[in-house]
């Protein structure tokens, strides 16, 4: 499943996506899964919490797909 999500920034921090969406509850929730290697960004584990998340970009944790515009 793919979920639309609209940023009126430049960018959003990795991190901070997953807490706006509600896929996590706390920050070191998403840190842990994160670290983890829990999280794709554009495909590929992503292990930075604080990477830029762009428009255009797809993030997935789980069974969900975030594509950010």
């Known amino acids: 499943m793919i979920q ?5 920034t430049e960018f959003i921090k990795l991190d901070s996506l997953l807490k706006y969406e509600g896929l ?7 840190k842990m899964l994160i670290q983890e290697g829990q999280v794709k960004v554009n495909g590929e584990i992503c ?10 970009d797809k993030v ?8 950010v515009e």
Do not use: Q, S, W, Y
């Open 24 to 30: 996590v509850e706390t920050g070191g929730e998403a």
């Open 60 to 67: 997935e944790l789980g069974g969900t797909a975030l594509l």
């Open 47 to 56: 292990t930075m919490r604080g990477k830029k998340i762009r428009p255009g």
């Open 4 to 8: 639309k999500t609209k940023i009126t």
